[in-house]
T-cell receptor, first 113, second 114 residues
Framework: NAGVTQTPKFQVLKTGQSMTLQCAQD?????MSWYRQDPGMGLRLIHY???????DQGEVPNGYNVSRSTTEDFPLRLLSAAPSQTSVYFC????????????FGQGTRLTVV | GNSVTQMEGPVTLSEEAFLTINCTYT??????LFWYVQYPGEGLQLLLK?????DKGSNKGFEATYRKETTSFHLEKGSVQVSDSAVYFC?????????????FGKGTLLTVNP
């Protein structure tokens, strides 16, 4: 029972490099989202998607792109990494609705030097 | 818009002590309320939830009651264990203009000492 799978678990990037964080879920959830977790800031929403082909911005979208070509996958792209993007990134998925539980991946710890 | 305010940590308790972590929220309409827990090195997982006023969510000895009159959802446990050491997040999920986005508080780090 895989749930939400994120890769990689750890990554070090140089300033200006680009990369993609992968997220896949096997629960047929419509709703997927990306958060970043920083000390003292809690979780902040970067981008989310309510279904294949539909994405929207969250609180802190600048410097990140997403796409949703399938129900299962929701990759997060860093276009040109900056030290301010050093963080722990979490992907989550859920059914679409007010009272549905969100399932989280294990997280990706990204360091930009 | 929606917002969640929870007690700043860290909170340090001895085993078998009583735990309360306060959480209040601001939202329009009728949100659902959640507590998530994050153990070291892991992602968040749902601890409990309540979907309407006066509902009580409970799990693993933890409880929280949805109080619409005070816009609160405080987390309690009568006797904590070392294994409860984690970060606890209060969250809400709302319909309408927020498009069912989850809004989190900043998290409270709990450490339980033997």
């Amino acid at each position: 029972n895989a749930g939400v799978t994120q890769t990689p678990k750890f990554q070090v990037l140089k300033t200006g490099q680009s990369m993609t964080l992968q997220c896949a879920q096997d629960m047929n959830h419509e709703y997927m989202s990306w958060y970043r977790q920083d000390p003292g800031m809690g979780l902040r929403l970067i981008h989310y998607s309510v279904g294949a082909g539909i994405t929207d911005q969250g609180e802190v979208p600048n410097g990140y792109n997403v796409s949703r070509s399938t129900t299962e996958d929701f990759p997060l792209r860093l276009l040109s990494a900056a030290p301010s993007q050093t963080s722990v990134y979490f992907c989550a998925s859920s059914l679409y609705g007010t009272n549905t539980e969100a399932f989280f991946g294990q997280g990706t710890r990204l360091t930009v030097v | 818009g929606n917002s969640v305010t929870q007690m700043e940590g860290p909170v340090t308790l001895s085993e078998e002590a009583f735990l309360t972590i306060n959480c209040t929220y601001t939202a329009t309409g009728y949100p659902s309320l959640f507590w998530y827990v994050q153990y070291p090195g892991e992602g968040l997982q749902l601890l409990l939830k309540a979907t309407k006023a006066d509902d009580k969510g409970s799990n693993k000895g933890f409880e929280a009651t949805y109080r619409k009159e005070t816009t609160s959802f405080h987390l309690e446990k009568g006797s904590v264990q070392v294994s409860d050491s984690a970060v606890y997040f209060c969250a809400l999920r709302n319909s309408g203009g927020s498009n069912y986005k989850l809004t989190f508080g900043k998290g409270t780090l709990l450490t339980v000492n033997p």
